[in-house]
């Protein structure tokens, strides 16, 4: 299977407490104010690393072809080890390949099986307390935590075998923790 495998969640909660819930619903207004109307929520995202291309500089390009592949040497292992902090400027082994000449195609598959890009694991969280004032208008105060764990996601590594980078990770595909609140009014 060459698409990533995904899984995303999402899950909002009103907690059971204030006027009208299971739990300390015999409360007086301004108690109800303090207690009453909360809601959790939380999306995440699991992803699995998508599969890698390796390509060289194109030797066969007067031929018409738009990529060149290089060979695979057997009985080397693709993935270097490690955790992926430790990988990230050696995620794919360069002795695991040699470029294939002019005129000849090399033997690596079109996309790697044994090796994938990183993984993405991502939970945005949020809380909100609800107001109602009277009849007509409504009231929302929101606190939200985007990448609550602040777990980097990177970009797959470099697979040009020709380059000086390759089997490297240089850059990172999301954004660190970020922090926000917010007040909204509705009549």
């Known amino acids: 299977m060459n698409a990533p495998l995904r899984s995303a969640t999402s899950l909002s909660y009103e907690l059971?407490?204030?006027?009208?819930?299971?739990?300390?619903?015999?409360?007086?207004?301004?108690?109800?104010?303090?207690?009453?109307?909360?809601?959790?929520?939380?999306?995440?995202?699991?992803?699995?690393?998508?599969?890698?291309q390796i390509f060289q500089s194109n030797l066969n390009s007067?031929?018409?072809?738009?990529?060149?592949?290089?060979?695979m040497t057997s009985g080397i292992d693709l993935a270097t080890s490690g955790g992926l902090e430790q990988r990230?400027?050696?995620?794919?082994?360069?002795?695991a390949f040699s470029p294939a000449p002019a005129a000849t195609f090399?033997?690596?598959?079109?996309?790697?099986?044994?090796?994938?890009?990183?993984?993405?694991a991502n939970w945005d969280a949020s809380i909100f307390k609800n107001f109602v004032f009277g009849e007509r208008v409504k009231g929302q105060f929101r606190a939200e935590a985007l990448n609550a764990f602040n777990t980097p996601y990177f970009y797959s590594p470099n697979t040009n075998l020709s380059s000086g980078?390759?089997?490297?990770?240089?850059?990172?595909?999301?954004?660190?923790?970020?922090?926000?609140m917010a007040i909204r009014v509705s009549f």
């Not at 619903?25 to 995202?45: E, F, L, P, Q, R």
């Not at 007067?62 to 060979?71: H, I, K, S, T």
């Not at 990230?88 to 002795?95: E, V």
């Open 88 to 95: 990230l400027y050696n995620y794919i082994n360069k002795a």
């Open 16 to 52: 059971p407490f204030g006027k009208g819930k299971p739990f300390a619903s015999n409360i007086n207004h301004a108690a109800d104010y303090i207690i009453g109307g909360w809601v959790i929520n939380t999306v995440s995202v699991f992803q699995s690393g998508f599969p890698l």
């Open 165 to 180: 980078a390759f089997g490297q990770i240089n850059s990172q595909a999301n954004f660190a923790r970020q922090l926000q």
């Open 62 to 71: 007067q031929y018409g072809y738009g990529v060149q592949r290089p060979n």
């Open 106 to 120: 090399g033997n690596t598959p079109r996309t790697l099986g044994a090796v994938r890009g990183p993984t993405q």
